[in-house]
């Protein structure tokens, strides 16, 4: 698989100084994407006035979140602190997830690193902008936090972007806990954290069995569907990886469709899968998704509360889709019956009112 290069994400391109030295050297290298990125720019920021849903006290919630999560960044690397301690395999696995979950992971899994886990280069700060990612620990642990429903359902309302940060926030401490702790150790980590990612926090979770990419481009847990932020922490420790399987879900989306009949932007592709740099998978049209961003302030997050995995499926129905197409249409029906196209409250939240 070809790797990504973070220099082509939205948040790293709409990240960088007009003019600055990264800003030259991406658009001499990608003219084309110049006067979309330049339009982009006369927009309001996410939680500006002037967007859609910009208040003056609730658009500060998600302020002062991103503010604190930025300021946690520089910890996501550090020194070791002793000479490395023995202990097995299994016992560090188990013990590493018990950890992850008590300080608020949701699903925890494990895989060795693959080279495509990794982004070619960093795009996002301008001080490491270019650099090549060459460092490579040996195994990833993944995890999941569950996001709350009734937030999430309010989307793409405020309540929705408070709870992302929430879950970006929660991700970043649990990666802290257990970086901190492995190099306690003895063991190099590192915490891959909103902001400050090396890796590509969705293909090392789909490894670690914790779920599958689905049609709106992020991963899909059994247990929350795609309403989680994910985590994942880097180590040389030794530690046993988990299997990852498919569980159905690109079947059951060929058949849904609805995120991409929902999202206002129309990002997510309809119909069957079509084939991207030799892989079979949904390619979400992420300038056209960034652009609803940008007018509405927030992160939008409608196919999130669109998809049936987000409201909760019964496992043992879950467990039970792959190749079973009737049992694809009983869950939709279901879905529909219960929720129509998707599961929107309108009534405000206490936080905000
Ligand atoms: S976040 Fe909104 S605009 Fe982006 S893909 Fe999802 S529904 Fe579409
Ligand atoms: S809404 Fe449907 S098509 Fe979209 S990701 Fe969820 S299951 Fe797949």
Known sequence: MKKIDERDTMFARMAWESNSDAFRDYYNRNPDKLEFDEELRTLPNLSEEGTATYDSINSRIVDGLFRFIADLRPFAEGEIIREPQVIDPETATRRIKEIARHFGASIVGITKTEDYHYYSHRGRMEKNYGEEITKKHK??????????????NRSPQIEQTIETTHGYLTAAVVGMVVSYFLREIGYDARNHMDGNYLVVAPLVAQDAGIGEIGRLGILITKEYGPRVRLGVVTTDLE??????????????????????????????????????????????????CYRIWRSLGTDCGVCLSTCPFSQGIDLDKINSIMGNTELMKEILEEHEKKYGIRNYMKEKLNIIK
């Open 239 to 288: 530690l046993i990886p988990d299997i990852s399987e498919s569980f159905g879900v690109k079947e059951f989306c060929e058949i849904c469709d609805k995120c991409s009949k929902t999202c206002p932007g129309r990002a997510i592709p309809s119909g069957i899968m079509g084939e991207i740099e030799g892989v079979k998978r949904w390619k979400i049209d992420q300038e056209k």
């Open 139 to 152: 195994y990833a642990i993944a995890f999941a936090v569950e996001m709350d429903k009734d937030f999430i």
